[in-house]
């Protein structure tokens, strides 16, 4: 009697060969998938800096309730070259909600004459290496920005743009070589991130 019967394996040679291709693909996607671990990342940022003007505007929609009258609400950004002094070094690629409380001038585009009052408690931070690549608020870039959106224009953006062509306030998200730019609409307040 005959035995038909086949035993079908590998050799060592060819799971050798096997492992050394998974080897060799596996190490040549990690670079990539950090790049596109780190572009996420920007993105996401981009993403949280665009919550973060809609919920300033938000307060102004809706005001906390206080013993002060509230006029307006700002979102203040501090850029990566900001201020000379090291209290304002520290405060570099963050960002801050304020809200006016009594001004001498309702509705003005600085809260003049009146008092800021921090709404959350902390200052908040842009993610290691990312940083505020600078503000676009009146045809140039500058090194801080305020965002302010009136309480009794519910909502609408109150802050100086000058000169009065500049349609839209630009932001800045880098890292390295890439960029994110969130854009706020000057007339109708839209937001975008390109």
Known sequence: MKDNSKTFGFTLIELLVTLFIITILTGASIPLLRQYQRTNELKLTAYEIRSAILEAKNYALAPRASGTQIDSYAIVFYGRDYGTLPDEQAKRNSYEIFECQN????????????????????????????????????????????????????????????????????????????????????ATGVINVR
């Open 103 to 186: 001004p001498s001038v309702a509705d003005s585009p600085t809260c003049e004459g009146g008092t800021k009052v921090l709404v959350v408690g902390s200052t908040r931070r842009l993610p290691k290496d990312v940083q505020f690549g600078g503000f676009n608020w009146d045809g140039g870039f500058t090194s801080s920005a305020e965002l302010r959106f009136s309480v009794t224009k519910q909502g609408e953006i109150i802050t100086t743009f000058n000169p009065s062509t500049v349609s839209t306030a630009q932001i800045n998200i880098t890292r390295g070589a890439e960029t994110f730019t969130v854009e706020v609409s000057k």
